[in-house]
């Protein structure tokens, strides 16, 4: 599995080397490492770039064959739900995090999702939520803690309980659990708490490699912007190793 | 150093250097060849080698020897695509390929100048001799897949050197010059229509402009941001008033976004005028940079924010305003303002300077 994540990985990174604008620029000029895509030249941090630099030249992730510069906080969302807490059909996710505004467009099928905002949550999506949970219907928030909170107070509380709350984390605010997924504003939904009490990557879509500024992470399946080595949450130490119990790629930090 | 032919009688025995500016060092004598020549910045081998890096179909530099001296140049893009939407591989050590490619002799980033010099003592037919012993060592260079040669924006008294039978030459857009007859600026304004006299005292008035050389407090990303995107827009234009050259109704071009480091570089340069203008919450409207070059200034890039996206309309005739002003108090013979918008510039005063390409095909090069 590391061999194929790898090769994935590789893949982005010659594309994004021969196609995207600041990727170019950084490797060409400075350097890289892991792989090397200009001999002699290894960069700094291994040639992953800081989350501040990367939004304010957001313009220039877009590959030459033109793209969307607009990131996408809610990508991700239903990989990493399947391994957090899974949504069978007809259960309903709301994602109540006030930076993200927009609804999560990858969950599965018969799953619908919706964005609240949480500061003047709306009658109509409350009471569907009530009527979804008093049906025995499943409900999943997913949001940072207060809003989580926010949403089962506004609920009555017969059915606030039964929400399944999934708190989203940044990397450097990483708890023991039970339940949460990793989030960065740019890069959307990266990995997930599971039930063998790790933080999984989402590696069909993310890989993550440990540089000397921190874990770096890619989104292997978004073509525009590109988002390649981008040291989230402003560069967080920490090892990549797989799980004991799943052999897929977990992050220590 | 890779030798020419040998001299023939009658001929001076010239050889031809070719670098990959990304991989090779600075060429022997080039910046004694820079300043003799008082080429434009352009030429600079730092900024080749960053635009070639940065670059679709980057540049190789051509040294045209007199024994161990150099005495011409040419500046030539490597072209493998005018659609592929990919920078070009990284050196490899190899440079010929069967892979179909063509070479152009011009320089994309001051497109109104051409791409070839020569020291002023080669005669004609000296140059003539270099261009071809240039052709067959290129050929040489890029190996079979070489399909021709295209000397873009060529000077009238470069292209009787290039051109030859079965060479196609053709006239291009023009580039703007204003030939310095003016004693004070006043002379100039002066010969302006009202409406433009008008705006000239009113467009930037209200406006926070800086203006220096070795400009170090500017952020290049946001300038090359500003100047791709008016770039594209100027050019949506251009093709859509069928001004650019098609084939088959292809948009064939060989440029790339000009790069932030690029102009990060750029603009630090003690030759190089950069002029911002911000409006009152600092929000970067417009900019420009003049080349301060002794002989000939040019306007270089102006890029503005467009008015649906809160720049101001004629910002431009500011910018030309203030180098017309700097050729007039230095006392510079002339002012260029690259090819395009024509109609803008010659409401300023300016005139045209003729430029012709010339296309040699793969059969008839080097000879």
């Keep these: ?253 | 150093m890779r030798p020419g032919n040998p001299p023939s009688p009658g001929t001076v025995p010239l050889s031809v250097e070719i670098l990959d500016p990304r991989s090779a060092p600075e060429p022997e004598g080039w910046v004694n060849f820079l300043s003799h020549q008082r080429l434009q910045p352009v030429w600079d081998y730092e900024l080749l080698r960053l635009e070639a890096w940065l670059a679709r179909n980057p540049p190789v530099l051509a040294v045209i020897r007199d024994g161990s001296r150099p005495v011409g140049a040419l500046s030539v893009m490597v072209c493998r695509t005018w659609r592929e939407q990919a920078f070009a591989p990284a050196p490899s050590g190899r440079t010929k390929a069967l892979r179909p490619r063509w070479a152009e002799v011009y320089l994309p980033l001051l497109s109104g100048y051409p791409a070839c010099v020569f020291a002023a003592s080669l005669s004609t037919e000296e140059r003539r001799d270099a261009l071809r012993l240039f052709e067959r060592e290129l050929r040489r260079y890029l190996g079979a897949g070489l399909l021709g040669v295209v000397y873009r924006a060529m000077t009238a008294e470069l292209v009787p050197a290039i051109d030859g039978p079965y060479r196609m030459s053709r006239e291009i857009d023009p580039i703007a010059v204003l030939a310095n007859r003016f004693s004070t600026f006043e002379d100039w304004s002066g010969t302006l229509a009202p409406e433009i006299r008008e705006t000239l005292r009113e467009v930037a008035a209200d406006l926070d402009t800086t203006a220096g050389t070795g400009r170090r407090d500017l952020d290049a990303h946001e300038l090359a941001a500003l100047l791709n995107e008016h770039r594209a827009r100027q050019d949506r234009r251009a093709w859509g008033q069928g001004q650019r050259a098609r084939a088959g109704g292809l948009h064939m071009d060989t440029r790339s976004p000009i790069p932030p480091a690029y102009l990060d570089t750029f603009v630090r340069r003690s030759d190089v005028i950069t002029r911002t203008y911000r409006d009152a919450r600092g929000k970067l409207l417009a900019f420009n940079t003049m080349i301060d070059h002794p002989d000939s200034p040019a306007i270089h890039h102006w890029a503005a924010l467009s008015g649906m996206d809160g720049g101001r309309r004629n910002l431009y005739v500011d910018c030309y305003a203030h180098g017309v002003r700097h050729m007039i108090e230095r006392g510079l013979p002339e002012l260029t303002a690259g090819r395009a918008l024509l109609g803008n510039k010659t409401a300023l005063g300016f005139g045209t300077r003729e430029l012709s390409s010339v296309a040699v095909p793969k059969p008839v090069l080097g000879r």
């Design chain 1, 1 to 253: 599995m590391t061999a194929v994540w790898s090769a994935s990985y590789r893949r982005i990174v010659r594309s994004a080397f021969a196609t995207v604008p600041l990727y170019r620029e950084r490797w060409a000029l400075d350097g890289r490492e892991d792989p090397v895509v200009v001999p002699g030249k290894r960069g700094t941090d291994g040639g992953a770039l800081g989350a501040g630099e990367m939004a304010r030249k957001r313009v220039d992730l877009v590959p030459l064959a033109g793209g969307s510069a607009e990131f996408d906080p809610c990508r991700g969302l239903g990989p990493v739900l399947a391994d957090a807490r899974p949504a069978g059909r007809g259960t309903v996710v709301a994602v109540l995090d006030p930076a993200i505004r927009r609804p999560p467009a990858d969950l599965p099928r018969g799953v619908r999702g919706c964005w609240l905002d949480s500061e003047a949550l709306p009658p109509a999506a409350m009471a569907e939520l009530v009527s979804t949970l008093r049906r025995n219907g499943k409900v999943i928030a997913v949001g940072p803690d207060k809003t989580l909170g926010m949403l089962t107070a506004a609920l009555p509380e017969d059915v606030a309980a039964r929400v399944g709350a999934v708190p989203q984390r940044r990397l450097d605010e990483l708890d023991g659990g039970p339940f949460g997924v990793l989030h960065d504003p740019a890069l959307g939904y990266l990995g997930a708490f599971r039930d063998c009490g790790r933080w999984h990557v989402d590696w069909r879509n993310v890989f993550v490699r440990a540089t000397s500024g921190g874990l770096a992470f890619t989104v292997l399946t978004q073509r525009s912007p590109r988002l390649v080595d981008i040291l989230i949450a402003g560069g967080v130490r920490g090892r990549v190793e797989p799980c004991p119990r799943h052999g897929t790629p977990v992050v220590l930090t």
